[in-house]
């Protein structure tokens, strides 16, 4: 069975603090890889797509990057607006994304 | 440009009762989503329509029913609620070709109880 892990479940950082999240996936036919922000009480928004290994992208302080078995989204000195929980999604097969639990990530001023 | 909007925000039912969550989108996209969000599982997909005219089921559809009503529009239908159903339920829309996997960009979501 398709499955997506992120990791950990929650962390707790100090302004300035860098740092990664994790998110591993057991493939199947991997097509696509998506992380999303989402803050408490919305919808998660929508921040990057990987779709092979070794690509890596970049925005303001954050960087998602892609292996054959896991992706990570590294924070260069995180802001205190950085905080939210960040959801990883994956597409195995056709056009449905499988989403991991999420990590929430706060950042202490 | 609004996105994707959802109605209503919120909403508590009965059990037993019946409603229908709207979701409308102005990218001009394909595909939409209903989703639904609970506490340590994660974002669950429930009917998807790729384009119009079809509708497929998802990870955890049954209780549920969709309609795409044009390119716009995707409603989801509860047709006798149960309290199993309290959730927070999201829309979602994205481009789609044969072929290739695009981003899903997300309304403010429906917050729904069940008692």
């Known amino acids: 069975e398709d499955q997506v892990t992120q990791s950990p479940e929650a962390l707790r950082l100090q302004e300035g603090e860098s740092s990664s999240l994790n998110c591993s996936y057991t493939?199947?036919?991997?097509?696509?890889l998506f992380w999303y922000r989402q803050d408490p009480g919305k919808g998660p928004e929508f921040l990057f797509t990987?779709?092979?290994a070794g690509e890596e992208k970049e925005k303001e302080r954050l960087k998602a990057t892609l292996t054959k078995k896991e992706s990570f989204l590294h924070i260069t000195a995180p802001k205190p607006e950085d905080s939210a929980t960040y959801l990883c999604?994956?597409?195995?097969?056709?056009?449905?994304?499988?989403f991991g639990t999420g990590t929430r990530l706060t950042i202490i001023p | 440009n609004a996105g994707v909007t959802q109605t209503p925000k919120f909403q508590v039912l009965k059990t037993g009762q019946s409603m229908t969550l709207q979701c409308a989108q102005d990218?001009?996209?394909?595909?939409m989503y209903w989703y639904r969000q609970d506490p340590g599982m994660g974002l669950r997909l429930i009917y998807y329509?790729?384009?119009?005219?079809?509708?497929d089921k998802g990870e955890v559809p049954n209780g549920y029913n969709v309609s795409r009503l044009n390119k716009r529009e995707f409603s989801l239908r509860l047709e006798s609620a149960a309290p199993s159903q309290t959730s927070v339920y999201f829309c979602?829309?994205?481009?789609?070709?044969?072929?290739?996997?695009?981003?899903?960009?997300f309304g403010p979501g429906t917050r729904l109880t069940v008692t």
């Open positions: 979602a829309s994205s481009e789609f070709w044969t072929g290739l996997i695009y981003e899903q960009y």
């Open positions: 493939v199947s036919g991997l097509r696509g």
């Open positions: 990987l779709y092979s």
């Open positions: 999604a994956v597409a195995f097969g056709n056009e449905k994304l499988t």
């Open positions: 990218m001009n996209h394909n595909s």
């Open positions: 329509s790729a384009s119009e005219g079809t509708t």
